[in-house]
């Protein structure tokens, strides 16, 4: 097994238990492998979770790229975040969802290692955006820090029940169509 092939293994019992049964024995348990080959691997758990949160970050955002691609690329910056927060309300990315909340909560928390992944993918899914955003957009980098402020805030309330509160928001900022 090679580090390449495990981490799709170690992302599904991830995405299946979340981050609190990501010690090394369940993880290796998931993967096939023993504790010590993960740590062969990686080098140390800290090493594997970063390396594990990096790729489930890779797998999220080829799931945007295939939503934003399928049709012509979005004309504003509304419709590819009507396209983003449709994508991230579909089943199939309630794992990530449920991951990423987790990584916020860690983040919150100072767990050691959390702040830096979420930094780390934060700035991925930025550069993501910027890089899809409208042809002709006036400020892409701007564009892409308002995009990312009101999807974490849509999804925020959308996990705590308030998507009635989310999607009158977004309809009032007209960054939703009715």
Excluded: C
């Excluded at 396209?83 to 909340?101: D, G, S, V």
């Excluded at 830096?116 to 930025?126: C, I, K, P, S, Y």
């Amino acid at each position: 097994m090679s580090k390449d092939s495990l981490l799709p293994l170690l992302l599904g019992h991830v995405l299946a238990h979340g981050l609190g049964q990501a010690s090394l024995r369940p993880l290796a348990k998931a993967a096939g492998t023993s504790d010590r080959m993960l740590i062969y691997h990686f080098g140390t758990k800290e090493k594997l979770i970063a390396d594990l949160l990096s790729f489930a970050a890779g797998v999220y955002a080829a799931g945007l790229e295939a939503v934003i691609t399928a049709d012509a690329r979005p004309a504003t910056r509304a419709a590819l975040l009507a396209r983003i927060l449709e994508q991230n309300a579909a089943p199939e990315a309630q794992p990530f969802m449920q991951l990423w909340w987790e990584i916020v909560g860690g983040a919150a928390r100072d767990l050691p290692g959390f702040r830096t992944a979420a930094r780390g993918m934060v700035n991925e899914l930025l550069v993501w955006l910027e890089g899809n955003m409208p042809a002709g957009d006036p400020d892409p980098a701007g564009g892409a820090r308002l995009l990312l402020t009101v999807i974490e805030g849509t999804l925020m309330l959308s996990s705590l029940g308030h998507e009635d509160t989310a999607r009158e928001g977004l309809l009032a900022g007209g960054l939703l169509a009715s």
